[in-house]
């Protein structure tokens, strides 16, 4: 069942975070912990861009806006199984996502932990995650985020405050990312999924801070800057929708 945003502050959701203490202790441990692997990453990308252009017909607009260089976040709007793997096959960089633990089940964990995807469990503060996350930011890497936390209406309504602490924490531009058309019809051959070489779109927008440039890190300047990343977010996809027409 789909949970529902709090009222008040655009629909902003609010989840826990880490403390001021375990803040601290994340960021010390990132910095000892070895990043995710970046080549692993890149070997899932590949394994997307054959994957996704080979069952539908993608149709990637703006990928030119994510930087060449240097940490950056993806955050895609989340509807359906397939915006995940979809993104990471068309993102002009290797992307490190974080997934749900209950997706890293039988022989798909060894092979999402091969290809350098994190693992995050969402009934508590995952303070391995959140340690793995910071080192792929750390060594300049891209961290892709679901920012509503689940599937749902992909509108962005309801974000929970990872995104902001991530973003605030690391320095890192967000990029917002739109992934229209996965859910607009089901598949005959293949239930749940798109139609086969039907076309989704995908619309990255413009990279953007999350701060306020004060450097604050406090859970008040974590919620203003979810407020502010939820304007961003529901900006770039309603332009996204006006330039695809969906």
């Known amino acids: 069942m789909r949970r529902h945003a709090r009222r008040g502050e655009a629909g902003r959701k609010v989840s826990k975070v880490p403390g001021e203490r375990g803040a601290a202790s994340a960021h010390a441990a990132s910095a000892e912990r070895a990043a995710p692997s970046v080549r692993g990453a890149d070997v899932g990308r590949r394994i997307g861009v054959g994957l996704m252009y080979g069952l539908w017909k993608p149709r990637v607009l703006g990928a030119w806006r994510v930087p060449a260089a240097g940490p950056v976040i993806l955050a895609v ?3 359906h199984n397939v915006d995940g793997p979809m993104v990471m096959g068309v993102a002009p ?3 490190h996502f974080l997934i749900k ?7 798909l964990g060894p092979f999402l932990r091969g290809i350098g995807q994190l693992q995050v469990d969402r009934s508590t503060v995952d303070r391995t995650a959140i340690t793995d996350a ?3 930011l750390r060594e300049g890497g891209v961290l892709g985020i679901f920012p509503e936390g689940t599937r749902g209406d992909g509108d962005f309504a309801s974000l ?3 995104l902001a602490y991530f973003a605030v924490r690391s320095g890192a531009p967000i990029v917002p990312v739109a992934v229209l058309g996965s859910t607009e019809r089901d598949g005959r051959l293949i239930r749940h999924l798109p139609p086969l070489r039907s076309r989704v779109d995908v619309v990255f927008g413009d990279p953007f801070e999350a701060g306020d440039s004060s450097g604050r890190r406090t859970r008040k300047a974590l919620d203003e800057a979810t407020v502010r990343i939820q304007e961003r ?12 027409g969906r």
Do not use: Q
């Not at 633990?101 to 022989?107: I, L």
């Not at 977010?233 to 695809?244: D, F, I, P, Q």
């Open 77 to 79: 709007n989340h509807s």
């Open 233 to 244: 977010l529901t900006a770039h996809l309603e332009n996204a929708r006006r330039l695809t």
């Open 160 to 162: 929970r405050a990872g």
């Open 93 to 95: 960089r290797p992307t």
């Open 101 to 107: 633990k209950e997706a890293f089940v039988g022989p």
């Open 134 to 136: 910071l080192a792929v």
